[in-house]
């Protein structure tokens, strides 16, 4: 097949294609979000959850039937997921179920650069890692095969550099199809009530014991010889730095992960005479490699924050410590000229609220000239975290408390925190705004359960969020468009303010970048619904 330029993205995309699989799920999330646009637009079944738990357990339920199955989410989204991901390694998997983890190291789009590495070691997950885009193709099918031989999830390791950057990759033949998806009874298997759970973990222990002997000769890890004086034991896109950086060195490149393979790692160090381990993020290689008493070094502290490139690697091999120069600086993101939270963010600086924040393209309230954000944790936290607010502060600072939260941050995880707001409501009462601009704008507007669109912006079903706070007992609903009322809005939110009720603001207005588009795809589907679905497309 001809070779061509793709994203480590659009290469698992295409992996997923030509492997048969039958479901692709996750939710859209700088850097992993591309992998399902390409895999729907390729002809795969591809789909957006309302989260990333959600996804998790949609593909889980995919892959108890015996189909193959593929689930995106970058590393935070993982977080989200922990719950059924740690369970699943003891149900295992009739078919094939692998779960892409996109990490962000540097936090080009990221509010933590955790290494999910460390997920696959406390969950005893199988892991492996590509360092480029044929890597990428080829390792999403070498995780379908491991996951159906050995009957469990694998996860596939990406990072920011390596999701986005386009390098040679050419497709393979397509692999054998799986067998039709069926389901089989199997209650001491996947219903983890304590007396099937232990036996469950002893089997998952076993398997991952096999899997050990065969990365300990993996063809997936590699290894180059050199001079024999520096080895240097390394993985992902941290690898193709060093060979730029040492040509010299030794050099093993791990690419399972997990279980690790000590052993080869072990008789690599004893080839050379000094053994570094270079790896992108937490000291993960390190540590495991010390715990079994082998004589490797750590790269200093320094280089354990941000992305690796050929200049640090070359620095870490010299064991240069001086201050790195200052990066270049860069226009700090902002809102779009035009875009609609400008009067929200406006009103709620000259109110002078304090304002418990979320994560999305609003965010960038934080930003001059508004400085009108006091935190960001985590997808949903502004409910919680304003609702703690208001629970504690004295009443006249407690009263300037508002929540706000986007549209597809709200469905995301937003619900919990309106019924906490509900079950647990401050005396005060409590404000939350949620500016629903129809798409989740932040990644690239991808469609979400508000939007009435699926992910290739046909009918689906739409979820209400003033329906929601309705049907939950809040006792203001509000809906406003922020930019054709700016007074209005400034009005309404001084009223909610003063009140002990609890007040859900919904501030609609399309975005600006996304509203044409919007257009677009609403007069498709109303065309379509029109002529009973018939119409050519």
């Not at 290494?115 to 890597?135: K, L, T």
């Not at 706070?469 to 909610?496: H, M, S, T």
Request: with cysteine; proline share 8%.
């Amino acid at each position: 097949m001809q070779r061509q330029l793709m994203s480590g993205d659009e290469a698992v995309a295409f992996a997923a294609v030509d492997a048969g699989v039958a479901l692709g799920t996750g939710y859209p999330g700088t850097p992993s979000t591309e992998i399902l646009e390409t895999f729907a637009e390729a002809g795969g079944h591809a789909q957006w959850a309302p989260n990333e738990k959600v996804a998790f357990e949609v593909g889980l339920g995919a892959a108890f039937a015996g189909a193959r199955v593929l689930v995106t989410m970058k590393h935070v989204g993982v977080n989200v997921a922990a719950d059924p991901l740690f369970t699943s390694a003891y149900t295992g998997v009739s078919g094939a179920f692998v779960l892409v983890a996109a990490d962000d190291p540097g936090m080009s789009s990221s509010q933590n650069e955790q290494d999910s590495r460390r997920y696959a070691v406390a969950a005893g997950i199988p892991m492996i890692e590509p360092s480029n885009s044929q890597e990428a193709y080829d390792f999403l099918q070498a995780a379908l095969s491991l996951s159906e031989r050995f009957k469990l999830p694998v996860m596939l390791r990406m990072t920011t550099r390596v999701c986005h950057s386009k390098t040679l990759m050419e497709r393979r033949p397509p692999l054998p199809a799986a067998p039709a998806p069926h389901f089989v009874r199997d209650i001491a298997g996947r219903v983890m009530v304590p007396g099937y759970a232990r036996p469950a973990h002893k089997r998952l222990r076993e398997r991952l014991a096999e899997i050990l002997k065969e990365n300990e000769a993996s063809p997936l890890n590699a290894e180059h010889p050199g001079d024999g004086k520096l080895g240097i034991v390394t993985n992902g896109i941290a690898y193709k730095h060093v060979l730029e950086a040492a040509p010299q060195a030794s050099v093993l490149r791990i690419a399972t992960i997990h279980p690790f393979p000590v052993e080869r790692v072990r008789a690599f160090a004893k080839s050379v005479e000094r053994c570094m381990i270079i790896e992108e993020g937490d000291p993960v290689f390190f540590e495991q490699a010390r715990a079994a008493g082998i004589p490797v070094e750590n790269k200093p502290e320094m280089f354990r924050f941000g992305e690796l490139s050929v200049e640090r690697v070359r620095r870490i091999v010299a064991g240069d410590v001086s201050p790195e120069p200052p990066p270049p600086r860069a226009t700090p993101p902002r809102l779009c000229d035009a875009c609609p939270y400008h009067p929200v963010y406006d009103t709620l600086r000259r109110l002078d609220c304090i304002v418990a924040g979320d994560i999305g393209c609003y965010t960038l309230g934080v930003m001059e000239p508004y400085r009108a954000m006091d935190s960001c944790v985590a997808m949903g936290a502004s409910i919680g975290v304003g609702l703690g607010l208001r629970h504690v502060l004295p009443e006249a600072e407690a009263r300037r408390v508002v929540s706000i939260i986007g549209d597809s941050t709200f469905v995301h995880t937003g619900v919990n925190g309106l019924i906490e707001m509900i079950y647990n409501p401050p005396a005060t009462g409590h404000v939350l705004i949620v500016l629903d601009n129809g798409t989740t704008a932040m990644t690239g507007q991808q469609e979400h359960p508000g939007t009435g669109r699926s992910l290739d912006h046909d009918a689906a079903g739409k979820f209400s969020i003033e329906g929601f706070a309705r049907a939950c007992g809040v006792d203001q609903v509000d809906i406003v468009d922020p930019v054709a009322d700016p007074k209005g809005f400034e009005e309404l939110l001084k009223n909610r303010l003063a009140s002990n009720d609890l007040s859900v603001v919904v501030a609609r207005k399309p975005c600006i970048l996304a509203a044409a588009d919007i257009r677009g795809w609403d007069k498709q589907i109303a065309e379509k619904a029109a002529c009973g679905g018939g119409c050519p497309t």
